[in-house]
């Protein structure tokens, strides 16, 4: 039997690990709550790593938000994600922990990053300006990983997913990102009886999404890769492994599926007064796809999914 630790169970892509790993009979899973375990507390994350038997770690655990909260308490982000991983990593080193999976963010990457965005892309420019705390705590714990490995022979690995959503997804009406923030805009207007939805820009920039279980699933496939052909398609200091579709839509096309998953019949007006971002955002995912792993939820499913989830708690989203 494996005692796994997943570190952030309560969010969209923690508890989605946990529900791939239930699935298997030789795993108990080890979670703590933010109450149980301050993961900022580096003699409390100690403690538990010693009263522990731990066999593998995710660590998916991480403070995350949008634009308006990155940019409002930098120092937060960058402070708060660099004592979870340190503490984690550290602290699983310490206990002979032999394998972690660290989850990152394809914000890692440069600003003008050549698309779709390879793995040897990392530390080639200068970050987005509005996530950069962020980043360099995400690239911090890449770093922290493959430090590890290098000088006491770990298997830490890291893994870069693109855009997720799913199920446990942040639904807030300010601070969500698009799926959330587009499933809820449609079926409230749907609910009104609106003729008509505005959306922001124009809907020309493309971006790639992927379902948060497909997330959950290459995370389990990667951490139990066995180590020689983890070694062999990756670098010591270039170890990390993007996790994506390789196939992205414009965000015309991702409006208009959304509309027709929650039923919206009103048209679709753009406001192209509002920025669109950057024109292109795609992982490559060659690495990955040479490993063995692709994924399995195509957009209009797994919005149907998601859909499904809000509907299911939308109760908790009121207020």
Known sequence: MKNIFVAGH???????????????????VITRSRS???????KAVQAFFESESIDQVYLAAAKVGGIIANNTYPAEFIYENLMIESNIIHSAHQADVQQLLFLGSSCIYPKLAEQPMREDALLTGTLEPTNEPYAIAKI?????????????????????????????????????????ALLRRFHEAKARGDASVTAW?????MREFLHVDDMAAAS???????????????????????????VDCTIKELTETVAKVVGFEGGIEW???????????????????????????????????AYQWFLDNQESFRG
């Open 10 to 28: 309560n969010g969209m892509v923690g508890s989605a690990i946990v529900r791939q790993l239930q699935q298997q009979d030789d795993v108990n």
């Open 36 to 42: 149980e375990l301050n993961l900022l507390d580096q």
């Open 140 to 180: 911090a714990g890449i770093k922290l990983c493959e430090s590890y490995n290098r000088q006491y022979g770990r298997d830490y690995r890291s893994v870069m997913p693109t855009n997720l959503y799913g199920p446990n997804d942040n639904f807030h009406p300010e601070n969500s990102h698009v799926i959330p």
């Open 201 to 205: 820009g124009s809907g020309s920039p």
């Open 220 to 246: 389990v496939f990667v951490m139990n890769l066995d180590k020689p052909t983890y070694e062999k398609h990756t670098q010591p200091m270039l170890s990390h492994i993007n996790v994506g579709t390789g």
């Open 271 to 305: 406001d192209t007064s509002k920025p669109d971002g950057a024109p292109r955002k795609l992982m490559d995912v060659s690495r990955l796809r040479n490993l063995g792993w692709s994924y399995s939820i195509d957009l209009e499913d797994g919005l149907r999914n």
